[in-house]
């Protein structure tokens, strides 16, 4: 990690033309809609709604698959208890007065993540390329409904949507969060509250990094002394933890059923000094580093690289975490390097190159390692002064994650008690205006993957404490890598993110600012 780091609203014009399009951002004129991010185009009429009540019948069709059907039930189960009905396949049937919920692929559609959703009193119909653009459909349709939607046990809920016609599709395709459980452990039912919450914004990486100076996180059965040894510590001292093999695989199964990717992350050949601790032989002479539980990192510390011994470790550390994340990426870090002769260094970069695409995997890591020989697959993440124009030049692409504009362990302001300030105070306004594409000299929209905002964890400890860094400045990282830049505007999305807070407390989330 970077240790010196340390709706609609639209907000929706009610006005005697209630259905004229809103293809860029709108007045401040009030409403009781937010929907964020910001959708391609849209149109609503709030003089009619469809309601949700017994009668309500979700259908996918005949031959759909089971990620089609699977985002039938997800949306069942929002629905329930009002929608009690199985979700039908085929052609909706029913008496008169009965509403359906369509949900149909339809291949016309140009985005992978598009959709279209059409809402009408009697009918509610979400098209897609594929069942993640259903999903996005479904996050849509939830945010336009009143947010009792979020208390399933709540009494007499009346659920309505208004009507309208959406069309909508990501300016980008990497739209990430990176969570630090290194500096300290967050346990997986807190994880995969994150899943949720981000998925509802339509976020759709989770980056987790895993392991650091102070602390290992996931088993590695074969060098199972990185778990037992290197998971018991953390910032500050006291108990750390880390994953199983089957609990990482549930947070990873869990997330892609959210459409959502694990990007699994062990830095080095810095940042490893708990690895060290487990395994002394990672060190040069063979002695295990003292035990580190402060902010920072050891600055003496670092992966001894020219020795052969260390090279079987760090295979059986890709090869294990390979084989239990399905998606393709893998993290090396590569960051803050001391040390290491710029030779060594990026000879170290080019050889974990080779292991992390031996094991099937498109290594990703911080921009830190843009100079060595890498292959345009590899994707570099943009965070501080680094050389990340030297890869976009090459034809790599890039993911911007620059820390004045999108480290969530930075203070909100100089009355924030948790987090850091090396990069400056973030605001949401700070965090939202900027553009990925004009951002950093060098590095144009075409090489641009997405966007990815990290939270690093070494003054965050309790869950509450990774909610309040996190949210709301997440949400407005949602729409920077959704919504086209046109369309963004600092006060209309600000009247939206007002409006919905309501939903974020439904949620349990502790916000902060």
């Given amino acids: 990690m970077k240790v010196v780091r340390a709706s609609l609203v639209l907000v929706f014009a009610i006005s005697a033309c209630r259905t004229a399009p809103i ?58 208890p009002i929608v009690g009905h199985e979700v039908r396949r085929g052609v909706a049937t029913g008496p008169m007065g009965a509403k359906r919920i369509e949900l149909s692929i339809d291949p016309a559609i140009p985005n992978v993540e598009g959709y279209k959703l059409d809402i009408t009193p009697g009918s509610i119909s979400i098209v897609a390329k594929t ?9 849509t349709m939830r945010q ?40 300290h452990f967050l346990p997986p039912r807190d994880v ?81 000094n708990a690895a060290m601790v487990s395994y002394p032989e990672l060190t040069c002479d ?26 079987p470790v760090i295979e059986d550390i890709v090869r294990e975490i390979s084989a239990i994340t399905p998606g393709a990426y893998y993290h090396i870090g590569g960051d803050e390097v ?3 002769t710029r030779t060594q260094y990026l000879t170290f970069i080019e050889r974990m190159q080779s292991i992390v695409n031996a094991n099937g995997k498109t290594m990703v890591g911080w921009a ?32 911007m994650s620059p820390g004045p504009k999108a480290y969530l362990d930075m203070k909100y302001d100089s009355t924030t008690i948790l987090g850091l300030k090396w990069a400056g105070f973030i605001t949401p306004q700070i965090a939202y205006d900027w553009d990925p594409a004009t951002y950093r000299a060098g590095v144009p929209e075409s090489a641009i993957l997405g966007v990815e905002a990290p939270l690093w964890s070494e003054t965050v400890v309790r869950p509450e404490d990774f909610e309040f860094m996190a949210f709301p400045r997440v949400i407005v990282f949602a729409e920077v890598g959704w919504t086209s830049q046109a369309q963004r505007s600092w006060s209309d999305f600000s009247n939206r993110l007002q409006i919905g807070r309501t939903r974020l407390t439904a949620l349990g989330v502790n916000a902060g600012y």
């Fill in 192 to 272: 995969k509250k994150f899943i949720d919450v981000l998925s509802l914004y339509k976020i759709n990486r989770l980056h987790l990094h895993l392991a650091d100076d102070q602390g290992w996180r996931i088993d590695i059965l074969s060098r199972p002394n990185l778990a037992k040894i290197g998971g018991l510590t953390q910032v500050g001292g006291g108990v750390g933890g880390y994953y199983t093999q089957d609990e990482y695989k549930d947070i990873v199964a869990y997330a892609a059923s959210r459409f959502m990717t694990v990007i699994p992350e062990i830095d080095m050949p810095a940042h490893l």
């Fill in 368 to 399: 830190d390692i843009a100079p060595a020989n890498l292959a345009t697959s590899t994707i570099v993440q943009h965070w501080s002064t680094d050389s990340v124009q030297i890869h976009a030049s090459r034809g790599g692409k890039v993911i």
């Fill in 23 to 80: 293809t860029a951002p709108v007045p401040q004129l009030g409403s009781n809609f937010s929907v964020i991010p910001l959708p391609a185009s849209i149109q609503l009429d709030t003089s009619r709604t469809f309601r949700v009540d017994t009668s309500t019948t979700i259908y996918v069709a005949e031959a759909a698959d089971s990620s089609t059907l699977a985002v039938a039930q997800y949306l069942r189960s929002m629905l329930t």
């Fill in 144 to 183: 336009l409904m009143p947010v009792s939607v979020e208390y399933q046990a709540g009494v007499a809920r009346r659920l309505t949507v208004p009507a309208g016609h959406i069309n909508d599709s990501p300016r980008y395709e990497w739209r990430g969060m990176q969570l630090d459980v290194a500096r």
């Fill in 338 to 340: 001391p040390r290491l």
């Fill in 131 to 139: 069942a993640a653009g259903l999903f996005y459909g479904v996050q």
């Fill in 286 to 311: 063979g002695v295990a580093p003292p035990v580190y539980t402060f902010i920072g990192a050891p600055r003496t510390v670092v992966l001894c690289v020219d020795s052969a011994r260390v090279y």
